[in-house]
Every structure is written in C-alpha cells, then in structure tokens.
C-alpha cells in the first residue's frame, strides 16, 4: 500500500526540501581534508565524485518520465524531484570548490558506474522519449524499466549503500561534520523520491503482471553488479571500513527495493 500520495509528497518538497547547499559551512571541512594521506583522499573523492555524475545525470534523464506519466499530481512532484537533483549536485559540486580542489570527476567513472549512471540510464530516457512521441515500444513497460532502473537502482540501492559509506566513515573518523550535513539533507530528500518510484513501480506491476519478468531481470543482473561496485569503491580501503557489513548492506537494500516493489 502506497505510503503518501505523489500529492502528498509534493506538499512535503515544497517544506522539506527548500534548503540550500551554499548556506551550508562547507569550507569548515577544509583543515580535516588537509590532515588527510593521498590513499584516504582517493577514495573520498571517488565516493564524491560517482555521486557527483549520477545526480547530474538523473537531474537531466528525469524530464522524460515527467512528462511521460500522465497523472498530473505525479508531474507536480517530479518537477520538485528534478530541482532536488540538480541542487544536490550543486552541493557536491561546491565540496570540490571548497575542500577537495578542482577534481576531474568523468575519471572516476569506471565501466561498472558508467553504464548504470549515464549510458543505460540515457537510453532508457530516449527510449520513453520514443515510445511517448511515436508509438514505438510499449510506453507503459518503458515507464516501468525506467522507475525500476531510476528510483530503484540507482536512488534505492547505490545512492542509499553510498550514505552508508559516509554515515561509516564520518563515525569513524569524526572529521567531515558538514559534508555530513550536506548527505543527510540529500537522503531525506532521496528518501521521498524512492518512496513515489517503489509506489508507482508497484501499481504498475500489479496493472500489468506482463511487465514484472523484464523487471525482475533488470533487478537480478543489477544485483550481481553490487560485488565489483564494491571493490571499487574500496580499492583502496584507505579509511579501513568495513566493506563486507557495507556490502552485506547493500544487498539488502537491493532485497527491499524487490520487495516493495512486490517482486519478492
């Protein structure tokens, strides 16, 4: 059962996700970012940088699936959906102004991240985009794969195991309060957006039981991905965290995206 309405949740953005990244003390992080050895830095940037081009990336393939769903409540929501994107890449991209440096963030995107961020999710986009304008494809399973692969992978599963990356090292470490800051405003705001992608994933599921094979199959091999995502992130280790709990965790993102979308 649906948790809150895309109305609902509207009304919730419009409250909850007015803050702005440039009120935050970024600069405050600065001195822990100098304390730190090349190795730890590394991997600090590859975290930042992945989320970096994801949220740009979503921030410019959601307008197809806005204006491919019908239901005006659910359009008025997505517009938030695409501000809050576009504003956390904002905040990401002022953490490399402010503390890390310049940092060229395309070098990080490894052909494990690569597809999933940017290529799939752009061919999904021009695939709704083709089946919405021309009648090519059916545009009800395009709509489905797109919010299983959008809200379900990359927001559901990647997105949430990367909180938990920062939410580990910044307990650890104690260092990093405001980009700490910056992640928890960005996973409430996610937090909404997962929770209309599952909804609506399931209402689909549950109209057209047709479509629950294909996305089952986008899930699976979107699961067997999760162990060499892993080992790049934490290759190197430089922080010592405890990759095998964080992937164990992922996995059961992954089992919960399933379930609420009813496929498990």
């Known amino acids: 059962m649906s ?133 090519q494809g059916d545009l009800g399973l395009q709509l489905a794969l797109f919010a299983a692969h959008y809200m379900g992978i990359i927001e559901g599963v990647m997105a949430v195991g990367g909180y938990d990356f920062f939410e580990e090292l910044l307990d650890k470490t104690g260092m990093f309060p405001r980009l700490l800051e910056g992640i928890r405003m960005i996973r409430a705001d996610e937090g909404r957006h997962v929770v209309h992608g599952m909804d609506y994933l399931r209402e689909m599921l549950e109209k057209h039981p047709e479509y629950a094979a294909p996305v089952r199959n986008l899930f699976l091999s979107e699961a067997a991905k999760i162990p060499v995502r892993s080992d790049f992130v934490f290759t190197k280790n430089a922080f010592n965290l405890d990759r095998d709990r964080l992937q164990t965790m992922a996995f059961e993102h992954h089992q919960q995206r399933m379930r609420e979308a009813g496929l498990a």
Not at 46 to 66: H, I, Q
Request: glycine share 6%; net charge negative.
């Open 3 to 135: 948790t809150k309405s895309p109305r609902e949740l509207y009304t919730m953005a419009k409250t909850l996700g007015a803050w702005d990244p440039e009120k935050i003390a970024i600069a405050e992080d600065k001195p822990h970012w100098e304390v730190l050895n090349p190795d730890q830095r590394e991997q600090l940037i590859k975290v930042c940088a992945l989320f970096y081009e994801g949220e740009v990336s979503v921030s410019d393939t959601l307008a197809w699936f806005m204006l491919a769903v019908p239901e005006a409540d659910r359009r008025m929501f997505l517009s938030t959906q695409i501000y809050e994107e576009v504003k956390h890449a904002e905040f990401f991209e002022l953490y490399f102004t402010h503390v890390c440096g310049k940092v060229d963030t395309t070098a990080y995107l490894s052909p494990e991240y690569k597809g999933v961020l940017l290529d799939e999710l752009k061919q999904r986009g021009e695939d709704l985009g083709r089946a919405m304008t021309s009648g």
